[in-house]
């Protein structure tokens, strides 16, 4: 079963869209995410190197002045440092926290919170950390001041480190490019993601959607009955194979439109002759009938003239025979050309069977069949013509017989279920060929040198007016079997 899509889902080009602007957002926001987040490393790491930098700077321009034996300009060296718009302070602190030189000269003097002192003091030099204050990120270092040979003039009763160089750096411009690049990323990723749905939409519309329209109007009007329409194979892509191959289906569906009208107008033509011939002969057997009978009287009279031991009686008898068999014939294709109404009502089956086999069975018996009745014991009362129905049962029994000849055995089985009845009378003669299975229903069809090949168009003529069918074949040990099936209720 196909699946249920969304109302919005079921167009070719929305989906199409859909999937490319999912498809973009994911691969350009995938590479974006990346780009983004190497950047922010790199911007990071920029940073810290600055701050580092510039306390690399501040140190080594406090050594020259000391060194230069200006320890005066330390202070000044570092107002100066400060001026960059990135530098918070910058600070001297000695180990017990109090402020010797800062570029607020209003810090000089302070002593650093407990907490914070012990905090820079088991920082590495050179270390940068982050921290915020009153929202602003700020990137810290410090740098220890040895007490180097040079220094000594002035700090020879210090030990190894003569102060503790601290340096604050507000991070916010970088973190504003780094919120600024995010956003333009993120800006980049949708007007990607909309051009290219935007570019894959007109190009589904002009490459895919226009040709699939114009095919489908095509197919439409071939639906509508117009099989002289034909799709543009113009194009070489596989819309020009589809159309190429629509075209060569419309080819055959109008050459075989074309063959079917050529035999209907042969069937129709032969439908009307064969029409005007039954009539034809349904009149004449009409009018030969009359005369036939005529014939017959006069040969009764006749032959009663010759004494009874006179030869010339068993010619009379032979034309009486043949006049028989014309008038049998004659019925037949008066009963096949004209039949007449069936008028049905509840019947016994089994009583119509009895009735034919009455007619049957003398001349059966001296040939050596016999006939084994397999009755089902709760058979309704069926609707049915008696009369016809007879004529059904004798045309079936009378070919079983005949094709049986001389010792053999016809079984009729009865059987019944809650939608019909059916009668199968088998037979122990040849069978019917497959091939033969559907012709013997064709009117005049025969293998019998007597026979017309009427008697089962009469069956199957009778059997449709009662909403029945007759199936025949061979059965599976041989023999011919015809089944009859009545509805139970008409
Ligand atoms: N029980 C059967 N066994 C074998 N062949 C059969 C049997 N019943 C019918 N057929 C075949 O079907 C043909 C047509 O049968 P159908 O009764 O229509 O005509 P027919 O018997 O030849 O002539 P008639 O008009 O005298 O009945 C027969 O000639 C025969 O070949
Ligand atoms: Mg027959």
Known sequence: MPRRLPVVLSSLKVRFIVAMILLATVVIGLSGWWSVTTHRGHMLQATQDKVRAMAEAVDSGIREAMRAGRSREVQDILVHMAQDPDIEQIAILDSRGRVLRASRPELVGQVLDRDHLSQLLVQPDLTVTQHYEGGEPIQSVVKRIQNRPECLACHSQEGQTIGILHLDMSARRTQEQIVEMERSAVWTVLLTAVVLATGGALLMIRLVERPVAALMRKMAQ?????????????????????????????????????????????????????????????????????????????????????????????????????????????????????????????????????????????????????????????????????????????????????????????????????????????????????????????????????????????????????????????????????????????
């Not at 040198?449 to 009427?454: F, I, N, R």
Request: net charge negative.
């Open 222 to 490: 071939v639906e509508g009955g117009n099989l002289a329409t034909r799709a543009d194979e113009g194009r070489g892509d596989e819309l020009g194979r589809l159309a190429a191959s629509f075209n060569a289906m419309v080819d055959r569906l109008q050459a075989a439109r074309e063959e079917i009208e050529t035999y209907h107008r042969h069937r129709l033509e032969r439908a009307e002759r064969l029409a005007t011939l039954g009539e034809l002969a349904a009149s004449m057997a009409h009018e030969i009938k009359n005369p036939l009978a005529g014939i017959r009287g006069a040969c009764e009279i006749m032959s009663d003239l010759l004494p009874s031991d006179d030869p010339r009686r068993e010619l009379s008898t032979e034309v009486h025979r043949q006049i028989d068999r014309l008038d049998r014939t004659l019925r037949d294709l008066l009963l096949f050309s004209r039949p007449p109404a069936t008028r049905l009502e509840p019947s016994d089956l089994h009583g119509a069977i009895e009735h034919v086999l009455a007619v049957l069975l003398r001349d059966a018996q001296t040939r050596g069949v016999a006939v084994v009745r397999r009755y089902s014991g709760t058979m309704p009362e069926v609707p049915l013509d008696a009369q016809q129905m007879e004529q059904v049962l004798f045309n079936v029994l009378l070919n079983a017989f005949q094709a049986i000849g001389f010792a053999g055995t016809v079984t009729i089985t009865t059987e019944a279920d809650e939608r019909e009845v059916r009668v199968r009378i088998r037979d122990t003669g040849p069978g019917i060929s497959k091939e033969n299975a559907d012709r013997i229903f064709k009117p005049f069809f025969t293998t019998r040198s007597k026979g017309t090949g009427l008697g089962l168009a009469i069956v199957r003529n009778i059997m449709n007016a009662h909403g029945g069918r007759i199936v025949a074949g061979t059965a599976p040990e041989g023999g011919a079997e015809v089944v009859l099936a009545l509805p139970r209720n008409a």
